[in-house]
């Protein structure tokens, strides 16, 4: 007799039963973090591939990781947001090289980086998107 005779396949309702018991172990925060990091890798490939390049698909998914990576645990949020920061900053590049240089060779206001303030008028909140300075 060999080990897979001895051994029966288990029942539906055994799996069900299984299936209940990861269910009972799994925090919020484990699922959050495991789709995070796909969206963050696949942001990450939609702004750095040439042939697959869709820029805005990249900051979507920019946009989504920094909505929820204050809701996962303090280590795995610190290893996310160091991620988030090299993707952004891919971002800012590849965003930066589409638009046309401005007067001191940087983008035009309004491609590519913040527009400042409209003067006379109360300031505008934080902008939406990461950009380092200067652009």
Aim: charged share 30%.
């Amino acid at each position: 007799m060999n080990a897979e005779e001895g051994q029966q396949k288990p029942s539906e309702e055994e799996m069900r039963e299984r299936i209940e018991q990861q269910l009972r172990k799994v925090r919020v925060q484990d699922l959050l973090l495991e789709s995070v990091v796909s969206v963050l890798n696949l942001a990450a490939r939609r702004i750095a591939k040439e042939d697959e390049r869709d820029l805005e698909q990249g900051r979507v998914g920019i946009e989504a990781v920094r909505a929820v990576v204050g809701l996962l645990d303090s280590e795995p949020a610190a290893q996310v947001r160091s991620a988030l920061a090299e993707v952004q900053m891919l971002y800012a590049k590849e965003a930066g090289g589409a638009a046309e240089p401005g007067p001191e060779g940087g983008p035009e206001p309004g491609e590519g980086g913040q527009e400042p303030p409209p003067s006379g008028g109360p300031e505008p909140g934080p902008s939406r998107l990461w950009t380092p300075p200067g652009t």
